[in-house]
């Protein structure tokens, strides 16, 4: 089995971010642990990769309470289709995004969904 980290240290630089990204395409814990194995061969604990994604909590709960308007004047509703290894076999999913063009002008992202 491969280390990624050297010893006593916490984190690597990026590699945080690669879970994190894993995270927000909606894949489990056991997904992202599964994901990590295959494309470098070491064992993550599910503690390890909730602590990593629990780090941005604060910033998703802050984007879910956000003041939103009565109206969105253009919405754009788009989704991008893959496949998943899922318990042994190929499954495909699809990532969903909202955007909306707000009457000054300005683009949000409303919601990304599996």
Same mark, same amino acid.
């Given at each position: 089995?491969?280390?990624?980290?050297?010893?006593?240290?916490?984190?690597?630089?990026?590699?945080?971010?690669?879970?994190?990204?894993?995270?927000?395409?909606?894949?489990?814990?056991?997904?992202?642990?599964?994901?990590?194995?295959?494309?470098?061969?070491?064992?993550?604990?599910?503690?390890?990769?909730?602590?990593?994604?629990?780090?941005?909590?604060?910033?998703?709960? %802050?984007?879910?309470?956000?003041?939103?308007?009565?109206?969105?004047?253009?919405?754009?509703?788009?989704?991008?289709?893959?496949?998943?290894?899922?318990?042994?076999?190929?499954?495909?999913?699809?990532?969903?995004?909202?955007?909306?063009?707000?009457? %000054?002008?300005?683009? %949000?992202?409303?919601?990304?969904?599996?």
């Amino acid at each position: 089995m491969q280390n990624l980290l050297p010893p006593y240290a916490k984190s690597i630089n990026g590699f945080e971010d690669k879970i994190i990204s894993m995270y927000a395409l909606g894949m489990t814990t056991n997904e992202i642990k599964d994901q990590i194995y295959e494309l470098f061969g070491c064992n993550l604990s599910d503690d390890m990769i909730s602590d990593i994604t629990d780090k941005i909590m604060p910033e998703i709960l %802050e984007w879910q309470k956000r003041r939103l308007d009565r109206v969105y004047p253009i919405v754009f509703i788009d989704a991008t289709h893959f496949s998943v290894r899922n318990n042994g076999s190929v499954v495909k999913k699809a990532a969903y995004i909202v955007l909306w063009i707000s009457k %000054e002008g300005n683009k %949000e992202v409303l919601s990304i969904t599996t």
